[in-house]
Structure formats: structure tokens, C-alpha cells
């Protein structure tokens, strides 16, 4: 079966310039990154800022053109084609952003800024457009008084309830959530992720979830990718990599967070005293190298490929060349 979404060796580089026409290097924000997303299906994309994450997102939804690579929705490649038959698939996938006061016009009405992409693709006629928006506002959670309201005299949680009722005016297959939750109280954010699982159930979309958060990821999220410096460095199923990460920054990864600490096997993480910053990346060999408690003068030189840990789960790391290698140690030693 074709999946929804499929992305395969993506790449999006940026020349850095002194001047007009001195090219002084190239910071290469994705490279090289394929996944799938099925019907149905919320696909996660995690790690730290600056990976890539929104970058691989503006290439998905064709707001920046890759460098090389092919992103294709139902088996089109979206950057391959025009016209009328670039306008259907648009309405195909749909984006909601991180800060909804950033993507909506602070000139229309709530009702206005639903209706919008109604009245551009003509969808409905005209006569139909207002039943269709107050459907939609009564589907994430707003009331008919909201409809007259600018942005600024709505709460940020109603906000976000405008975006995602905006996203689903034209019935879309894919959404892409890029950080849709980050900006809001944590009260809200239950609210809204509560909103996505239930209009997902409803509606039988499917999502490309960005986020650093990696609880709002494991509650989410089918399957789940790890990021760094552009490159996919460990995937598969949530709950299996947060139960065995296998690759060292996914360890270190989910050290960060308190609560992931000790996980449900009764198993701790090492971390080492000191964690140096991410910096510029090599030029050769893996890009974790400077920072990796593992490392191994192979990977100074040689970029490791992504090994298979389970059925689904693969990571990228020399340590699981030959076998599976164990992170863990006993809690109670």
C-alpha cells in the first residue's frame, strides 16, 4: 500500500555568503532524511532546536524547495508539479504552527480567517461557507460568539482552536503540527492535544508531529524519529524507543528529562558529568562524534549507517554493527 506521506533523501542546504558573492561555507540543515507516514498515522520528529525539524517540515508543506530529495503525498511528488493539480494536493495536507498569533491575520474575525481557505479553493458555495464555519467552530471547541472576534480578544488556547478549525475546513488527509502546543500554559496544551486525538479519531487524519517536547511525543505519536544536525539517528515505534533508545543521543536525550530518567524496565541511564555543546558539525564521520561518551575512532571518520535493533526500530550507531548494545545498567547495582 502507498503511504500518505513519503520523504525520501531529503536534503535542504544553505550557502552562507560574506558579502554579495563570497561563498564561505554551506550549513547543511537537512541531510539526507526519509520516512513514511500511513493513513491514519501520527509520525513524531523529535530533538533539540536548530536539528532540522522545521526545515524538513517547509519542504513537506513546499514553503522552502529542497536541495534534493523527493516528498511525495499519495504518490505525487509535491515539488514536481503545478498548477491545478498542485491546488488539489494542497488542500490535501494542511499546516498548524506553533504561535497562533503569528499565523493569523490580525485584520479578520475568527469567522473570516475559517473561512478563508473555503472561499479560496471553492469548496462550497457561497451561501454554504457560514453553516460550514460554525460547524467547524463547534468541532474544536468554540462557541457561535467567538465568530466576531479578532485574534487579539481571544485567549491563546482559543487561538489554536481557530488554526485547527482552519486546517480542517478543507477536509484535509495530512496535517503538519509543527510545535502547535509550545506556546501555550500547560493546562491548554492538555486541551489541544486532547482536540487533536479526538478530531484524529473523527476525521481519520493523519499527522507529522514536530516537537522537542518528547511527552507531548510519547502520548501522541505512533512512531517516533530522533533528529540531530539533520540527519535521522534513531526510529520506530514510540514506545520502543522510549523503552530502549539505542542510540547515545537519544540516551542523553532522554536523560534530560527527569521523568524519563528511570524508565519501566527499572533501568538508569548513564550520563557523563559533562555534556559538551553541539558546535559545528564534523565534516566526516558521525555527526554525534565530539560529543558522544561512546565513540570510537571509527566514527571520526565514517558515518554509521542505520542498524537494525527490532522489526522497526533502527538506529544509527557503531555500537550495534555486529549485535544490539546495551546502554543499560542495573538500577539496584
Do not use: W
Not at 521523568?259 to 550520563?271: D, I, P, Q, S, W
Not at 565534516?283 to 522489526?311: A, H, S, V, W
Amino acid at each position: 500500500m502507498t503511504p500518505l506521506l513519503e520523504v525520501t533523501e531529503l536534503r535542504k542546504h544553505f550557502t552562507l555568503r560574506s558579502g554579495l558573492f563570497r561563498k564561505v561555507g554551506i550549513v547543511k540543515a537537512v541531510d539526507g532524511v526519509s520516512f513514511s507516514i500511513d493513513a491514519q498515522q501520527t509520525y513524531g520528529l523529535a530533538g533539540e532546536t536548530g536539528c532540522g525539524k522545521s526545515t524538513v517540515a517547509k519542504c513537506v508543506l513546499r514553503i522552502m524547495e529542497p536541495t534534493s530529495g523527493e516528498v511525495k503525498i499519495e504518490g505525487r511528488n509535491i515539488h514536481a508539479i503545478k498548477g491545478n493539480e498542485l491546488k488539489q494536493t494542497r488542500r490535501n495536507i494542511q499546516a498548524i504552527f506553533q504561535n497562533p498569533f503569528m499565523s493569523l491575520d490580525p485584520r479578520m474575525t475568527a469567522a473570516s480567517l475559517i473561512a478563508e481557505p473555503l472561499r479560496t479553493h471553492r469548496v462550497l458555495p457561497k451561501q454554504k461557507v457560514s453553516d460550514r464555519v460554525l460547524e467547524l467552530m463547534r468541532t474544536v471547541g468554540l462557541d457561535e460568539e467567538h465568530a466576531s472576534k479578532y485574534p487579539h480578544e481571544l485567549s491563546g488556547g482559543q487561538n489554536q482552536r481557530v488554526a485547527v478549525a482552519r486546517a480542517l475546513a478543507l477536509s484535509p488527509k495530512l496535517v503538519v503540527l509543527d510545535e502547535p502546543t509550545s506556546s501555550l500554559d500547560v493546562s491548554v496544551q492538555a486541551q489541544i492535544l486532547n482536540l487533536f486525538t479526538e478530531i484524529q479519531k473523527r476525521e481519520g487524519l493523519s499527522y507529522l508531529f514536530i516537537s522537542h517536547d518528547l511527552s507531548v511525543l510519547r502520548y501522541l505519536t505512533d512512531v517516533l524519529s530522533i533528529m540531530y544536525l539533520g540527519r535521522i539517528v534513531e526510529t520506530g515505534p514510540s514506545e520502543e524507543v522510549f523503552k530502549n533508545p539505542s542510540h547515545p543521543y537519544t540516551q542523553l536525550l532522554l536523560a534530560s528529562v527527569p521523568e524519563f530518567t528511570l524508565t519501566e524496565a527499572g533501568f538508569k541511564v548513564e550520563v557523563p558529568d559533562r555534556i559538551e555543546a553541539a558546535g559545528v558539525p564534523p565534516e566526516n564521520g558521525c555527526k554525534f562524534y565530539p560529543r558522544c561518551p561512546y565513540r570510537m575512532e571509527k566514527c571520526k571518520t565514517n558515518d554509521p549507517p542505520l542498524y537494525k535493533i527490532g522489526e522497526k526500530h533502527l538506529a544509527a550507531c557503531f555500537l550495534h554493527e555486529n549485535e544490539p548494545f546495551a546502554f543499560y545498567q542495573e538500577a539496584n547495582n
